[in-house]
Nanobody, 125 residues
Framework: QLQLVESGGGSVQAGGSLTLSCEVS????????MAWFRQAQGKEREGVAT???????RYADSVKGRFTISQDSAKNTLYLQMNTLKPEDTAMYYC???????????????????WGQGTQVTVSS
């Protein structure tokens, strides 16, 4: 069964840190390109970071230097370490895996066809 299950969200004060996890059960091709997206209330979903199977990562400008995406292949788990959190980071965070029909690993929603249910991150000032 293909599924992605996020955990680790919560409430934190500005300047704090959180680590999100995503348990991954998808095919190997899709698992080779994974990402984190987020959607704030009333806004469109936006890409946060991607990681390719060779370790290449890509970040949205808004999180560069503060967030780190990583994966533990042995545990089939994707992570997002979030430091120096800001109120504008408040959103529902989703992990995603690449569609079978897509080549490449762009940080755009159309790349991804498998989504988790999301985990809420709330940052207070």
């Amino acid at each position: 069964q293909l599924q992605l299950v996020e955990s680790g969200g919560g409430s934190v004060q500005a300047g704090g840190s959180l680590t999100l996890s995503c348990e991954v059960s998808v095919n190997a091709y899709s698992r080779a390109c994974m990402a984190w997206f987020r959607q704030a209330q009333g806004k469109e979903r936006e890409g946060v970071a991607t990681i390719f199977s060779d370790g290449t990562t890509r970040y949205a400008d808004s999180v560069k230097g503060r967030f780190t995406i990583s994966q533990d292949s042995a545990k089939n788990t994707l992570y997002l370490q979030m430091n120096t959190l800001k109120p504008e980071d408040t959103a529902m965070y989703y992990c995603a895996a690449r569609k079978m029909s897509v080549v490449g690993c762009g940080l755009v929603e159309s790349t991804f066809g498998y989504w988790g249910q999301g985990t809420q991150v709330t940052v207070s000032s």
